[in-house]
């Protein structure tokens, strides 16, 4: 296996440097120089990978769509029926067992609205991201309902988009209320709409 470059070491302790301050302040609310701080490198070192703070931002968002979709395929890889794929996927919403669920690490709960006005590269990359998601939860809907685990939509596409707008909002209420009933609450009531039988048959306990 071959050792990552320095280069490419440095270039990812800024983004991971950045991606954790703009999870915490949003980004207009880091600096540079506070950038700069957390990863340790001069700004000399900063220009050398990104021409500007915008373009910064624009590989973080790259950074982290492609570690999100990886993430996701993961959780819904193998045999199992469609119906088992998408509750994992709900359910890695949540935090478990002192693990961070994907609400909580979501830019674009925290980053959507601000970056729609402030940076259209930025706004760009986190839309085809949900792009790709929605098609993903798309595609598990048809097999679902192909396998027999999940009840026929007439527009998975349509159904898809709207379910991540569910938990997308339940996200947002979650952090504002430093609670995560509202993505538990989404949780149930997804299950059941998926559901062949009208309930919630895939519900881990």
Not at 28 to 34: E, I, T
Not at 75 to 83: F, K, Q, S, V
């Amino acid at each position: 296996m071959t050792e990552p470059k320095k280069s490419d070491l440095t270039r990812q302790r800024i983004i991971a440097a950045g991606r954790a301050l703009f999870l915490r302040h949003g980004f207009s609310g880091v600096g540079l120089s506070r950038i700069l701080a957390e990863s340790g490198v001069p700004k000399g070192s900063f220009y050398y990978y990104f021409s500007s703070k915008e373009a910064f931002g624009a590989a973080l968002l790259e950074d982290y769509v492609t570690g999100y979709l990886a993430r996701i395929d993961a959780l819904i890889a193998g045999a199992d029926p469609a119906g088992d794929k998408l509750t994992r996927f709900w359910e890695a919403w949540l935090a478990k067992s002192g693990d961070a669920g994907i609400a909580s690490e979501c830019l674009v709960v925290k980053l959507g609205a601000e970056v729609a006005d402030l940076s259209d590269p930025m706004r760009v990359i986190l839309d085809q991201g949900i792009t790709a998601l929605v098609g993903r939860i798309a595609d598990l809907l048809r097999d679902g309902a192909r396998d027999g685990s999940v009840r026929p939509f007439d527009d998975p596409e349509m159904t898809a988009r709207m379910l991540y707008a569910k938990w997308l909002g339940a996200a947002v209420l979650a952090k504002l209320a430093h609670s995560d009933a509202p993505l538990r609450m989404a949780l149930a009531e997804t299950l059941t709409q998926i559901s062949p039988t009208g309930d919630a048959t895939h519900e881990k306990d």
